[in-house]
Every structure is written in C-alpha cells, then in structure tokens.
C-alpha cells in the first residue's frame, strides 16, 4: 500500500500562484511515477502532469504547460506542483497519484481543493 497526502490547496486571486505537496510513504512507493489530476465538479479527472522520482522524466498537460512545474524532493518523499498565472477555470480539486510509468493510476491522494477568485 502506498498513502498520499496533499497539502497547499486554499484561496488565490486570478494571476497568484500556489504550490500543492504530496507525501508519499507506504510500501515501495519509490516504484512508481507520481502524477497530479484535477478534478471539476461532475466530471472525470483531468491529468495534469506527471514525474519519476529522479526527477528525470516530466510530461505536462497542454493546458498548463508553461504555467505548472512538478517537481519532487526524494529526501522528503515529497512532489510538488507549482501553480503560476492561476486562472479562474483552474478552480478545482487536486489530486496526487501514485502511477506506473504511462500514468496508469495505482493509488490515490485524498484531494485538495484550490479556489482562484477573478
């Protein structure tokens, strides 16, 4: 089993920027990619983005391309999403994910919620 945490969600205006954490820990969660969707209500969730653990390989969403960074910290056990130039239309709930390599979901985050008011 592998447990996710996610943290940083909250409220920002239009153009802010916010950073999610996830903590990851459980057993041999190093094994597997790590990736961040997003979730608008009554839809299905988006992805976002995703990295490995070295850090070596990332892949964006064209939507946030330019404007998200996923980045992680291996001595932490942590990975993060950078959110820069924030728009209302990214409203929505976060999730981290533990993933195999081509973003096939193994295990969820509990979700974290991020508001951006206009």
């Known amino acids: 089993q592998v447990q996710l945490v996610e943290s940083g969600g909250g409220l920002v205006q239009a153009g802010g920027s916010l950073r999610l954490s996830c903590a990851a820990s459980g057993r041999a969660f190093i094994s597997y990619a790590m990736a961040w969707f997003l979730q608008a209500p009554e839809k299905d969730r988006e992805f976002v983005g995703g990295?490995?653990?070295?850090?070596?390989?990332?892949y964006y969403a064209d939507s946030v391309k330019g404007r998200f960074t996923i980045s992680t910290d291996s001595a932490k056990n942590t990975v993060y999403l950078q959110m820069n130039s924030l728009k209302p239309e990214d409203t929505d709930v976060y999730y981290c994910?533990?993933?195999?390599?081509?973003?096939?979901?193994?295990?969820w985050g509990q979700g974290t919620q991020v508001n951006v008011s206009s």
């Open positions: 994910a533990a993933t195999t390599l081509n973003w096939r979901v193994r295990y």
């Open positions: 990295i490995t653990w070295s850090g070596d390989n990332t």
